[in-house]
């Protein structure tokens, strides 16, 4: 079978089911589970489906799946630090930040060393762990919580922490963009993403183009609550005429490939 009567068969199964998983779909089609991931990595690129965990799922079928952080790290990747580039742009010396859960605030974290007498509010493990080894050694106040698949820590105790915290500049990443607003599959992540909004004077959303259109179990923000919208060059022109008026700013970065950015 050619790749795209495979592809084709996919979508169907997606027609029939909200989502599919990557054994299932093997079996089907008498190919094995390598291919069907690869099948579904090149449709998930072109936005005809949403690449999950085992499997795939519906654009618009809503999400109570969390992904962990190591099975999200090299999506999109090229992306991701070409955001956390153009992100790093509005961050000034002596700011006060927050810092959500994500691999592409993780890029950022990884990147502050570069701007002088920073303090940073997080709730990520993975970005406290980052910017432990940053030479600059920033200030660093990590909020405690809840342990989620994504290395977020979430729940009462990190809510308590983040609203007695103000902040300059919230980045957060995000599980989906919608027309209906910002979205996280965990009710507690999304609850811990609503108060670092709250904590914060400015909300910067890191979101490559993958994440347009897709909306998840709990909803934390509306769209017109963004201050500034990164996002990168792969998003199509429909999806950014459509996004950029409902938002103060919308800024694309230019991703390099990995082959080019390692030179």
Known sequence: MLPPERHSRILQALRDAPAVRVAGLAAALDVSEMTIRRDIEILDEQQLLKKIHGG?????????????FASKADRQLAAKRSIAREALGLIEPGMTIALGAGTTTYHLAASLGQVEALTIITNSIKAAEALHQLPSQPAVIVTGGERTPSEALVGPLSIAAISTLNADMCFLGVHGVHLRGLSSPNLAEAQTNAAFIDSANRLVVLADHSKFGLRALSSFAQI???DVL???DGISPPVRETYQPLVAEMRIANAVPETKAAR
Do not use: H, K, Q, V
């Not at 519906?58 to 962990?68: F, K, Y």
């Open 230 to 232: 990164i996002t990168d």
């Open 56 to 68: 795939a799922s519906r654009l618009n079928a809503l999400s109570s799946i969390e992904p962990g």
């Open 224 to 226: 017109d609550e963004i």
